[in-house]
């Protein structure tokens, strides 16, 4: 058996945690919960709710988790917007180019879709997004 | 011992809970704007409420001015322009317009007249002048072929003394295809100005972008051209443009056929071959007029029509989905679609 240079019982002694080894423990844990919580919960960032603004500037917040089907009225008459399992879409259209309701559904936080012509855009709000801008 | 670990402890413990502490989010001030015939995204991520809204409302003020003094058919200064070089007289162009018209020379020269400012006719004539789009029917194939006869170009263009004269009456100015990039351009001037370090502005998905999003680049997300999703994404901060020319923007469909906008000067009819083409770049204006010229130039030529605009970061998805990419965008574009389409890589 190899003779030890520090005796056991004061090697035992130094691994014993102090006060302060837990503190720095549990505080590492609070960070790293946070960290993931701040940086990876939102993977896939799903929108919680969706901001709708008009042509005179009001402003609709409607939650994605209940589904309903509302009417915003425009320059150019009414347009349908449809929310369903957390996502929002234009459905119906008094534009002509109808390129609102080829945007299709909308469900990652940050994306948005507008009908120009009927002056509705439609934004999917959310605290994690997982990207910061959409390039089309 | 053990007391020295304990006190070494102790301090570390003060330190994490101390950086903890300073990590406050930097609060992002998002505002949607109605302009020039698009949404127009500023994200200010610094600065007070306050400084981002003045910032905000100068940019949509400087937008507004642009929109009625480039708009290429509603009535205006530079419609009044386009009357003189059709009835070959000479007009008077401001400084603005002098310099768009310079750079718009230069970059319709760099990319071999694939971006050419100068085919306002051809746009009209297929119906792309107007707010909602046109509906078809294509134009007559007689007038398409008459218009290029007449190959208006920005060569023909001459500028002496704040007054323009063009030596080609079917010359006919549309900024359509670079005046976003410059919009753009503009608005980052302007929440500099405002001392605005960290921030985007998205019109209509083209984008610039400065700084960073806090303590990691800003997140770009490039759409899919042919499903609802996005099919790749890039990181970026520091000052970098993000400009994408796709074939779904504007659009008509006639009897069963899709015809898009963005017309190609050579043949005069929409450009095939490409679905969609990225291009990041330094500079809005150039981003955009390379993007457009990209898309134009083709699966087969893009890369050289790159080279030649000084455009090192490109990527390309042709009509059947397949990805060409310089290799330098190859290096940093993540694709966010599994599995991934199939990649080319092409050095310019």
């Known amino acids: 058996m190899t003779q030890s240079a520090i005796p056991l019982k004061s090697i035992a002694g130094a691994l014993r945690p102090t006060p302060g080894d837990i503190l720095v423990a549990l505080l590492t844990l609070v960070l790293l919960a946070g960290l993931y919580s701040h940086y990876w919960s939102g993977i896939g960032g799903e929108g919680e709710r969706a901001r709708i603004v008009s042509a005179d500037g009001e402003v609709h917040l409607v939650a994605l988790n209940e589904d309903r089907t509302l009417t915003v009225h425009g320059p150019l008459g009414d347009s349908v917007i449809e929310i369903h399992q957390g996502r929002v879409r234009f459905v119906e259209s008094p534009c002509q180019g109808k390129q609102c309701i080829h945007a299709g559904w909308l469900h990652s936080a940050g994306s948005f879709a507008a009908c120009l012509p009927n002056r509705i855009s439609i934004t999917v709000l959310g605290k994690n997004r997982h990207f910061d801008s959409i390039n089309y | ?348």
């Open chain 2, 1 to 348: 011992m053990s007391g020295l670990t304990a006190r070494r402890s102790w301090w570390l413990a003060v330190v994490l809970l101390l950086s903890a502490c300073g990590q406050k989010e930097a609060q992002l001030h998002d505002t949607q704007l109605l302009v020039m015939g698009t949404l127009v995204n500023v994200s200010i991520l610094d600065g007070d409420e306050d400084v981002a809204a003045v910032a905000t409302t100068e940019v949509e003020q400087r937008l507004r001015q642009m929109h009625r003094d480039l708009h290429a058919w509603q009535p205006g200064p530079l419609t009044r322009v386009n009357e003189a070089i059709a009835s070959g007289e000479s007009a008077p162009v401001d400084t603005e317009k002098t310099m768009l018209i310079e750079r718009g020379t230069e970059l319709s020269r760099q990319s071999g007249g694939l971006f050419n400012p100068a085919i306002g006719n051809l746009i009209a004539l297929w119906g792309f002048h107007s707010d909602d789009g046109p509906h078809g029917p294509p134009p007559d194939a007689a007038a398409i072929r008459s218009l290029l006869a007449q190959a208006p170009s920005m060569t023909d263009l001459h500028i002496d003394d704040g007054r323009l004269r063009s030596d080609n009456p079917a010359v006919q100015l549309d900024f359509g295809g670079f005046a976003k990039g410059y919009a753009i351009d503009e608005a980052i001037r302007i929440l500099r100005e405002h001392h605005i370090d960290n921030a985007i502005v998205n019109a209509g998905g083209d984008l610039r972008v400065i700084g960073r999003h806090g303590a990691r680049p800003w997140r770009i997300g490039i759409r899919d051209p042919r499903g609802p999703g996005v099919i790749a994404s890039v990181e970026v901060s520091g000052d970098e443009c993000v400009f994408t020319s796709g074939d779904y923007e504007r659009y008509f469909e006639y009897q069963g056929r899709r015809y898009h906008h963005i017309i190609d000067p050579r043949s005069g009819y929409p450009a095939v071959g490409s679905s969609s083409v990225t291009v990041l770049s330094h500079e809005a204006i150039v981003a955009d007029a390379a993007a457009t010229a990209l898309f134009v130039a083709g699966p087969d030529t893009w890369a050289q029509t790159a080279k030649a605009m000084g455009i090192d970061q490109a990527m390309l998805i042709d009509d059947k989905g397949n990805v060409y990419m310089t290799p330098a965008m190859a290096k940093r574009t993540h694709f966010e679609v599994d599995p991934p389409p199939p990649i080319k890589v092409v050095v310019p």
